[in-house]
């Protein structure tokens, strides 16, 4: 017989690794699909306004004015424009070193103390705070998404599509097939509007739709040294108290591996947020910097096999897998490791690509005007909407090949895009998968750990290059940057000694490490923290005048109304109006009782101006009930 020839056995070889990977297959796609979850929600979330989209326009209003567009803002789930951290090429060089340098200091630290149990506890005490907020985070956020599904802004019915309007709760068809289409007073989607409701549950969903928008407001104010104010939500605080719960449990019960995934999940949705390469060719230095580190630590040093089975911190993903066929029976669970870092560092290449997908999104909706005598050439730029819910309007409104449920007309006005062509995205999407099972597959041969970044970085870099070259965009991909709105940002910010200075730089793409300690980069962390925490927080001045001039308005506008008297103050504001308390007389009553009485509101007797705030005027006496005579008694 003769022997079988190199196909037959390579092919006979596959089917042996398949036979016995076989039980793995669960543990494996588990791994996969946990990898895909962080980076997937991470990249929609840190989705803003790209250059390419008009900036929105700047209105002055009223204090009524701005409360009533605040709310009819609810439904429309305008987002924050964020500012990221970005990368400088020279975190090609500075990112592996400072890594190299924390792995081998923990590596020798742990061989020093021989038991890690105290290193675990200081580690996980400072993870414990910053778990709080990205679980809490991560938890808000996913419910307001499954909020979104179950009553989204827009939905198909019909034929027509239909806009839900939260205040007047109905559903207003307003494209499509609409002749003969009467408004729809259900608050539910779709073809379970058709659901008869009684009246009394009709009211609960409809308060239950506007439940995410009704947030509590916590205002603080303490003379001369802090006023702010925080808004939290229902959601918000359920992500708060599940993330102390989550956290307290790790740290004081137990480390069961579904929390430990839970808080690596907060880490890299947080981060993937927080970080951007800004310019693809930064990314791709500093993934190529990382791709040698990693082949080096794992292959020719036992230094990160080592730290990630010492520490059992939440620096990881970890999966229970099944024990080998000859593991005895009092083994340990068995389980498989992948490292944040394999997550975070591809997945910021691949949110940079999604967001690289939508400015290409509303760089082809711009209108050029061709430059006449003198004249520049103008560019008219798309207006940008928010993408914060648009996921569940395009479930309700599209099937799932992507095909509208209505008929869409050229003479009906535009409606807001349900979604955008995700090219580069989904190609490196394939990339890292194609790349992760690289892995799985070289590691369940060869029987050793495997430096997850030397098939990853190939699979996302190449996929994103090629797709480029394939489209012919090699030249707009490498010339792209996100640097430029952070450019016109901080030149808002300058300040008048700062102008003559910033005049003499010439180029001003150019960017600074994200690990730098020069000046220019921490006034740059300084505004950008100072800008997010405006938004809440302000600090009143030490000075009068400089009170008066500079903090005031702010202040009063973050804190709330007070007197000049007061010194501290704290007041928690219902989403709604309360109803006026009874042992307060209303403002109306006080005045009827003073014109029969023959008062006239707008005098007062000087008796009256020197009196306190806290004393009743006359008019507000005579309005009470009389208190009656006293009897004595014998």
Do not use: C
Not at 80 to 101: F, H, K, N, T, Y
Not at 590 to 615: Q, T
């Amino acid at each position: 017989m003769s022997e079988p020839g190199l196909v037959a056995r390579i092919l006979g070889r596959a089917a042996y690794e398949f036979s016995m990977m076989q039980p793995l297959i669960p543990t494996y796609i588990h791994l996969i699909a946990s990898a895909l979850f962080p980076i997937y929600t991470g990249a929609h979330a840190s989705l803003s306004r790209p250059s390419s989209a008009a900036k929105p326009a700047t209105k002055k209003h009223g204090k009524r004015k701005r409360v009533a567009a605040a709310a009819e803002s609810d439904d429309e789930g305008d987002e924050e424009e964020q500012q990221m951290e970005g990368l400088s090429p020279s975190d090609a060089i500075i990112m592996p070193v400072l890594a190299g340098i924390t792995l081998t200091g923990l590596y020798f630290l742990i061989k020093w103390m021989k038991d890690p149990a105290l290193l675990n506890k200081i580690l996980n005490g400072y993870f414990a705070l910053f778990g709080v907020f990205s679980v809490s985070r991560l938890v808000t956020d996913v419910l307001d998404i499954g909020h979104s599904i179950i009553f989204p802004r827009r939905y198909a019915l019909g034929g027509a599509l239909y806009n839900v309007n939260g205040k007047e709760k109905k559903a207003t068809p307003v494209a499509g097939d609409t002749k003969d289409k009467a408004a729809i007073t259900s608050p539910l989607p779709g073809f379970l509007s058709r659901i008869p409701l009684p009246e009394g549950f009709r009211t609960l969903l409809w308060m239950d739709r506007q439940m995410p928008h009704n947030k509590w407001t916590l205002r603080m104010y303490l003379h001369r040294v802090f006023a702010g104010k925080v808004k939290i939500g229902p959601h918000g605080l359920i992500g708060f108290l599940s993330a102390v719960a989550a956290v307290a449990y790790f740290n004081l019960v137990g480390k069961p591996w579904y929390l430990t995934n839970l808080m690596g999940f907060g880490f890299s949705y947080g981060a993937l947020q927080l970080m951007s390469p800004t310019t693809f060719g930064t990314g791709s230095l500093i993934l190529a910097g990382l791709f040698f580190y990693d082949i080096y630590m794992v292959f020719y040093t036992p230094m990160m096999v080592t730290v990630a089975k010492s520490l059992d911190v939440p620096i990881k993903l970890v999966f229970p897998r099944p024990q080998p066929a000859n593991a005895p029976a009092d083994a340990l669970p068995s389980q498989a490791m992948l490292g944040l870092g394999d997550v975070v560092l591809p997945g910021i290449m691949i949110g940079l690509a999604l967001r690289y997908d939508l400015y290409l999104f509303y760089l082809r909706q711009q209108k050029r005007t061709p430059a006449k005598d003198d004249e520049a050439e103008k560019v008219e730029k798309p207006k940008y909407h928010s993408w914060a819910g648009r996921w569940s309007d395009h479930f309700w409104t599209h099937s799932l090949m992507g095909r509208p449920l209505f008929s869409i007309s050229q003479h009906s006005k535009p409606e807001a895009p349900f979604t955008f062509p995700k090219t580069y995205f989904k190609a490196s999407l394939v990339g890292y998968v194609l790349g992760m099972l690289t892995t799985l597959g070289v590691m369940h041969v060869w029987g050793h750990a495997q430096p997850a970044l030397l098939y990853l970085v190939p699979g996302v870099v190449g996929s994103l290059w090629l797709t480029a070259l394939v489209r012919g965009e090699f030249g707009q991909m490498w010339n792209f940057s996100e640097a430029v709105e952070e450019e016109d940002v901080a030149s808002k910010e300058k300040t008048n000694g700062e102008e003559k200075e910033a005049g003499k730089e010439k180029d001003k793409s150019e960017r600074s490490s994200f690990f730098s300690m020069s000046d220019k980069k921490a006034q740059e962390r300084e505004a950008r923290m100072k800008k997010a925490l405006d938004k809440h927080i302000s600090v009143d001045s030490e000075s009068d005048n400089e009170h008066i001039a500079n903090g005031d308005a702010k202040v009063k506008e973050v804190a709330g109304h007070r007197s000049d008297r007061e010194v501290f103050s704290f007041s928690i504001e219902a989403p709604w109006q309360l109803n006026h308390p009874r042992s307060i007389p209303q403002r109306q009553e006080a005045s009827s009782v003073a014109e029969a009485n023959g008062h006239d509101e707008s005098e007062a007797s000087p008796l009256e101006k020197d009196k306190p705030n806290w004393a009743p005027t006359e008019i507000e006496a005579s309005a009470l009930e009389p208190a009656g005579k006293r009897v004595r008694l014998k």
